[in-house]
């Protein structure tokens, strides 16, 4: 089962309210997205655990409705 852009926006917005997100469907097929987020939560964090508190936001989506996803972080 595949999880839809506007599923994962809405998690990450739940998440990261004043985020910027870009979401690219990589393949087309719902299941494999790269992700741009930028967010103040990430100020003085390593990029693990930007990454970390990107998949908590994703309350295990990750490797179950979402097989992959390419992320970059940064802080603002």
């Given at each position: ?17 004043e985020a910027l ?56």
């Amino acid at each position: 089962m595949a999880i839809d852009k506007d599923t994962l926006q809405n998690l990450l917005k739940t998440a990261f309210p004043e985020a910027l997100i870009t979401i690219t469907d990589l393949a087309g097929d719902g299941d494999h997205y790269g992700l741009e987020i930028a967010d103040k939560a990430f100020a003085g964090k390593s990029r693990v655990q930007q990454h970390q508190l990107v998949y908590q936001a994703l309350g295990g989506k990750m490797g179950g409705d979402l097989h992959a996803l390419a992320i970059k972080t940064r802080a603002i």
